[in-house]
Structure formats: C-alpha cells, structure tokens
C-alpha cells in the first residue's frame, strides 16, 4: 500500500464509513482453471450508513488477488477506481474469477455489487464476528 497509495484507495478500509470484520476468506480456482494459481481474499465490511439510517445492516467485500500466491504483486477490483495495474475493474474480476458470473449480491441490486443484506447471509465464517 505505500508503493501503490491508488491501491490502499480501493480499498473499504480506508473509508471511515465501512468497519472492518476481523476476518478474510481466501479462495481459488480449480486447477484447471485459466487463474487458478491467484489467490483471491476477501474482505468483508460493515457500512456503518445503513445502520446509522435505521435501516437493516448491510456489508459489503473488497476482493484482492495475489497474483500467482507470490505474495509480491497484489490486485484491488473496484467499481469506483480501476486505473493502473494494481486497481482493475470489478467487472473484470467477474470475468477472470467468476466465471462472468456475480457473487452474492442483494435482490435487486445491480450486476456488479457485491453486497449482503445481513449477517445470515454472510459466509458462516464471518457470522459471528458480524454479530459482535
């Protein structure tokens, strides 16, 4: 993040509007799959918005590859910065990782987000850190 300032700006992280949940999930490709030696680490975030508006809590995911598990060149997807070599497009992401398939996402939301309606429906590794 120091030698790429574009990169920690990706990131949800950053934004004092989303709180971090103390956990990643870390995942692959099978195989045979194009990309299978990237490992693709999830991020997961409350944002804090919803809640403070009354509403039902709402997370959201930042999603990094490390490129061939190499652990020396990393990539942020985002929908809001993707310039340079180290922030692409999530669409991009979809495409390489997702099979251009979404992850999960709200009912209604729009192709590219990967939001979560609540805690139940986050990966049961994240549920109780959620409630927390």
């Known amino acids: ?46 944002d804090t918005k919803n809640q403070k508006e009354g509403m039902k809590p709402l997370f959201k995911q930042d999603f990094i590859v490390d490129v061939g598990r190499m652990s020396s060149e990393f990539v942020s997807y985002s929908a809001n910065q993707s310039n340079g070599p180290y922030v692409r497009p999530i669409g991009e992401f979809f495409q390489k990782y997702g099979d251009g398939q979404r992850y999960y996402y709200r009912s209604g939301a729009k192709p590219w987000q990967h939001h979560y309606d609540g805690v139940n429906d986050l990966p049961i590794e994240l549920q109780a850190m959620a409630r927390a």
Do not use: C
């Open 1 to 46: 993040m120091d030698a790429h300032p574009e990169f920690e700006d990706s990131l949800k992280l950053t934004n004092p509007r989303f709180r971090f949940l103390p956990g990643m999930i870390l995942s692959s490709q099978p195989r045979s799959a194009a990309h299978a030696r990237d490992d693709v680490i999830g991020i997961w975030y409350l």
